[in-house]
């Protein structure tokens, strides 16, 4: 009893923004209800389903022993349930009669509603994923595009790399055939070479003198025309001049341009040497001497011996060869 009569209480206690909320629920049944009516008719459906059990339950069974007084309460507050049951019945029937009803109906119209809504949502939520899937597929799209210019690209560039490789190979087979013409030619590879000679008179005429480039006919052999010149002196020998030619060379001749102004008997008994073979000697006195060499003959250094004792002097030495070549290509 006193459970009922707080809930009693808890109901008319409702506010005007509680009742405003609710309201809506009734709106189809066209009833026209004050603040007080609405506040009894929800107190009545909401326990009316819950004391109707609660009484049958009870009803079936046996009460426990107690004093006759509280039984006897009891029984007049099942009594006063049923009949504000059995009231309630009668009310409801004559406020909604054939619009009872539509209490479930509205029910049934709101879970259609938040269907209705749920569905909204999983559109809205389709809509964004395909407008995803759209996005994505566009910018695979555009990636694939952009990877197919790149690959063209790649390939123009590859094929214009080809087209310089292919130009290099062709420059490169002109240079080797150049250089092979080169080191097949026979042409002056003794001028301006290093070469050195045993002694130098008076500290001027030095052995470069003979590799200069300058063999004319003048006689001034102190200046416009100068000569190699070891040191003069009486029984002396040996005296020896070499060319460093600076590789390997195939030697095809040696000139020996001989002094005009006098001492030209200085060159007999000079010998020629290609590194360790002899080209030959001189037995006679002319201007200019050629020796030419076999077919086979490599070298990297000319030798010039004075095998007598004397002096020997010589506008110029040229040596005319082909290469240079490697030690494996002889």
């Known amino acids: 009893k006193q459970w009922y009569q707080r809930r009693v209480r808890g109901v008319h206690g409702l506010g005007e923004a509680q009742l405003i909320k609710l309201s809506p629920h009734f709106s189809h ?6 603040s007080s009516e609405m506040k009894v008719m929800l107190l009545q ?3 009316l389903s819950w004391f109707t059990n609660v009484l049958c339950a009870q009803s079936d069974v046996a009460p426990d022993p107690a004093p006759t007084s509280l039984r006897d309460e009891v029984a007049a507050l099942k009594e006063q349930l049923r009949e504000e049951s059995l009231n309630l019945r009668e009310e409801m029937n004559s406020l909604f009669g054939d619009n009872l009803s539509n209490l479930l109906l509205l029910q049934v119209i709101d879970l259609i509603k938040e269907v209705k809504d749920m569905q909204g949502l999983v559109r809205a939520q389709g809509e ?5 899937d759209s996005k994505l597929a566009e910018k ?7 990877l197919v210019e790149k690959m063209a690209g790649l390939e123009t560039m590859g094929e ?10 062709s420059l490169v087979t002109k240079f080797d055939s ?3 013409v080169m080191i097949s030619e026979v042409r002056l590879i003794s001028q301006q070479k290093l070469t050195w000679q045993n002694s130098t008179w008076q500290d001027r005429l030095f052995s470069d003198y003979a590799v200069d480039g300058h063999y004319t006919l003048s006689d001034d052999w102190n200046g416009a025309n100068p000569i190699q010149h070891p040191v003069s002196g009486h029984n002396q020998r040996n005296f020896m001049l070499i060319i460093d030619l600076g590789g390997l060379f195939k030697i095809h001749t040696v000139k020996l341009w001989n002094r005009l102004e006098c001492c030209k008997s200085n060159s007999l008994g000079v010998f020629i040497y290609a590194d360790q073979q002899l080209l030959g000697a001189i037995a006679d006195e002319k201007p200019l001497y050629n020796f030419k060499a076999n077919d086979e003959v490599y070298a990297q250094k000319i030798y010039v011996k004075q095998s007598l004792v004397k002096n020997m002097n010589f506008r110029e030495v040229q040596v005319f060869g082909s290469g240079p070549f490697n030690e494996n290509e002889v």
């Not at 695979?140 to 952009?146: A, H, L």
């Not at 214009?160 to 290099?168: S, T």
């Open 29 to 34: 049944l066209q009833l026209s209800l004050t």
């Open 45 to 47: 459906i909401t326990l």
């Open 128 to 132: 964004k994923l395909e407008d995803m």
């Open 140 to 146: 695979i799209e555009d990636m694939d595009s952009k």
């Open 160 to 169: 214009a790399q080809n087209q310089k490789m292919v130009e290099v190979e």
């Open 178 to 180: 150049k250089v092979e």
